[in-house]
Each structure stands twice: as C-alpha cells, then as structure tokens.
C-alpha cells in the first residue's frame, strides 16, 4: 500500500478508528443490522451508472480539507433535485464530519429528493461502516484501496453485496489496480486522479489505467474533471463514467454547471 501516514488521508483515517469506536458504543452491530433491514428498498446504483453517456456520480458536499468551505450555502434536497434535473445518473454524498462538514444525515435528506441512486462517500474501514451505510438508505459504498489490507477489501467488499449494496472501488496507481482487480468483477473501478502526496492532479492516470484493463471493464474517472475539453478527452479514451464534486459545488447552480459541462447525458 502507498505510505499514507503524513498525508491527509492517513489522518483521517486515523481520526475513522476513534470514531468506529465511538459508534459502536452508540449502536451495536445488531442495532445496525437491524435498521439495515428497514431500510428503503435498494435502487442500483452500479445499473443507472451503466445506463447513461456520459454516466455522472454528481457529488454533494460542503467543503473538502484542501480547499475549506466549497458551498457556504449547502442544501443537499436542493441540490439532489438540480442533479436529477440536469441528467446525473447517481449521487455521491459526503457523510464525513471532521474533514468535510457533512453527516449522516445528508444521504437520507439528498435520497428523499430525487430518485436517484446514492453512494456513501466517507472512508470506511470495518464492515459496521458498510452496514451503516445500508442503514442510512445508501445504495453504493467506497473502498478506497491506499488505505485497506487485502483483506479488508474482500470482508468489507462481501459485506455490501450480502446488503445488496454497489461497490466502488478508488485506487491511484496500478500497484492499487492490481489489488482492486482481487475483488470480485461486480466492483465498480474508479481512479482518482489526485495525487496523494502532492494534491497535484493529472488526468493521465485515469488513461493509464484505463489501458491495463478489459475493454468491457468500466472505469470511473474522479478528480479534476472541469472543462468540456477534460470529458472530451476521456470518451476519446472510451471512459465515459465520471464522478465530479467541486466543480459542481463551487457554481450557483450546480446544475447549470452539471449542462455546461456534460451537456444531456443520453441513454445508451
């Protein structure tokens, strides 16, 4: 795995076992199976992804560790509804308190606004977090592959489906693809573009990686994508799943940014 001990990433992760801890004296892994089970019915997340060109994960979050304060005036309903408005074929919501001032919350409130599909963008690392995720009407989870053992990926991994739960599965660099591509074919593949180290972002990974899988294996490119020209380039590449945040989050409406710059994603 790639040292992410004095990078943000390992401080927060850091910071996820103090609060799996706290959790789970709030809830037990039986409180959350059990308002796993109640949850809405599951909507696929991974099949509306597919069902689109280009397939967008819009993503809805306040403020990021590098950049502070994205949207001071943060309303996911409403922001839920301009997304589903503008053609994102999934959500992507950030949960994460310390670093990126959302909650728990903010998945259920975006999800009751829309009838899209919603990923649960935190930084999990046991499987109560996927429970939880379920129990907090989630229809997708992220594994991020720098900061899991093999073996946490495949537990956790297996956790979701066995809730009927997508995967998406982040990684940086091929050493992370080789992991990723362990796990079962079900999992989503998506390659963040950011540097880990730096913060620095080159859309070359995402077409580096793109070359070292099955042509039918569709790749989600995340981080960075923020020009007409951007997407352009990576359906030139045959990469047409996106997951984008903050060029949404930074423009009035999130939704005239979502046109200006994907235009109508068409059905395939």
């Given amino acids: 795995m790639i040292d992410i001990a004095n990078t943000i990433l390992g401080k927060i992760v850091e910071r996820k076992h103090e609060e799996?801890?706290?959790?789970?004296?709030?809830?037990?892994?039986?409180?959350?199976?059990?308002?796993?089970?109640?949850?809405?019915?599951?909507?696929?997340?991974?099949?509306?992804?597919?069902?689109?060109?280009?397939?967008?994960?819009?993503?809805?979050?306040?403020?990021?560790?590098?950049?502070?304060?994205?949207?001071?005036?943060?309303?996911?309903?409403?922001?839920?509804?301009?997304?589903?408005?503008?053609?994102?074929?999934?959500?992507?919501?950030?949960?994460?308190?310390?670093?990126?001032?959302?909650?728990?919350?903010?998945?259920?409130?975006?999800?009751?606004?829309?009838?899209?599909?919603?990923?649960?963008?935190?930084?999990?690392?046991?499987?109560?977090?996927?429970?939880?995720?379920r129990a907090l009407h989630a229809d997708c989870i992220l594994l991020i592959v720098a900061c899991l053992s093999d073996q946490q990926l495949e537990e956790m991994s297996k956790t979701a489906f066995e809730h009927h739960l997508d995967v998406l599965v982040e990684v940086h660099d091929e050493?992370?693809?080789?992991?990723?591509?362990?796990?079962?074919?079900r999992c989503l593949l998506g390659v963040n573009n950011r540097n880990l180290k730096t913060f620095d972002v080159d859309l070359n990974t995402s077409l580096r990686l793109k070359q070292l899988l099955e042509p039918s294996r569709l790749l989600v490119t995340e981080s960075g994508i923020a020009t007409p020209d951007d997407v352009a380039m990576m359906q030139a590449n045959d990469i047409h799943a996106f997951l984008v945040g903050e060029s949404f989050m930074k423009q009035p409406r999130p939704d005239h940014a979502f046109e200006a710059l994907f235009g109508q994603p068409q059905p395939i």
């Fill in 20 to 133: 799996f801890k706290a959790r789970l004296k709030q809830k037990s892994l039986y409180d959350i199976e059990q308002l796993a089970q109640a949850a809405s019915p599951v909507r696929g997340f991974a099949q509306s992804l597919q069902s689109k060109r280009p397939g967008v994960i819009a993503e809805i979050k306040k403020a990021s560790p590098s950049k502070g304060i994205i949207r001071p005036n943060f309303n996911p309903a409403e922001i839920a509804e301009q997304y589903e408005a503008a053609g994102a074929a999934c959500l992507s919501v950030l949960t994460d308190v310390d670093f990126f001032q959302g909650n728990d919350e903010n998945i259920q409130i975006a999800r009751s606004h829309c009838n899209l599909p919603a990923l649960r963008k935190d930084f999990l690392i046991d499987p109560y977090g996927v429970i939880e995720a």
């Fill in 175 to 185: 050493a992370e693809l080789a992991r990723a591509l362990n796990l079962s074919e």
